[in-house]
């Protein structure tokens, strides 16, 4: 069997040469297009109408056509400042990339990408694309503005994955020349590890019980149960129907609580795929921060502290990310 290398030596040859192209480029999350950096070339129209020119010129010429000579000379000219237009609807836009948010395994991230037109002319028909990807988004720039360009990209598995290499291109105005760059974007996206769907219940069992100090009510003013709200009391404990009425938080609360300190690894999942025992172990995260509960993770030999809130569970989710 003959190994794809083989097969298709022409398509190896031609995504060899584009990987050596890429890494050659500097890594830049802004980016203002020079001559230097745009790369212009006949289109199939381009090539078609030349061939066309190189006809209606030997056919004047035999002929001893006038109106031949004019017509060949009229579109060869316009032709050339279409070329020269085209290629300046590219030259010295800025491109800025805006770096996508976090996101879990099997999701697209969507970021953006700002077009800057510092000219006094607004540039027409600029596409933006993926490289390798054939979905084109196409946009104008007015004079002297910006446009917005969202562009999705398939991360191929949880980490930290730079963005992938961004290509720009344009036919205007008649189609005769293809203008095109290539940038590589130096930001970077974080991708969590997809959650369990059917997860089972946290494993209470690892819970450490920790007998707390009493919380009565003393003398508040406020009936049994009920407390005045304090900083990282979670959300449903609020009576939020008090709160609506007298404009004051109100938590409920028990005469002794007890605090728990959940602490969430590997073994407690029961699975053998590291992927999944990551999967499950995110899943748990959640559900553990959605009960406002206080949890630890044991990862890797690294252990997080047990703590709770929104930044303690960022913290969880990267290190599941990147383990």
Known sequence: MLVPSMTHPLAWARSRLARWFEERLP???SVTLTQRSVYIVPSRAGLML????????VA????????GYLLTFLLAGCSGVAMHVAHGTLRGLTLTVIAPEEIYAEAKAIFHVQLVNTRKRPRYAVELAVADVAQWVCCDVP?????RVALAWQPPGRGLHRLPTLRARTAFPLGTFRVWTVWRPAAQVLVYPQPEASAPPLPMGLADAQPGPIHATQHSG??????PYRSG????HIIWKKAAKTGELVSRDSVVEQHHTLWL????????????????LCAWVLQADQLGATYGLRLNGTDIAPDRGGA???RCLRALALA
Do not use: F
Request: proline content about 4%; cysteine-free; charged content about 25%.
């Open 27 to 29: 890594l830049a999350d």
């Open 50 to 57: 030349g061939l066309t020119l190189l006809v209606l010129l």
């Open 60 to 67: 004047s010429i035999n002929y001893q056509l006038n109106l």
């Open 143 to 147: 004079a002297q503005a910006s446009t």
């Open 222 to 227: 406020e009936p049994d149960g009920l407390r």
């Open 233 to 236: 009391d979670p959300l449903k």
């Open 265 to 280: 690894e590997r073994q407690a999942t029961g699975l053998a795929d590291v992927e999944r025992q990551l999967s499950r």
């Open 312 to 314: 303690h569970l960022q």
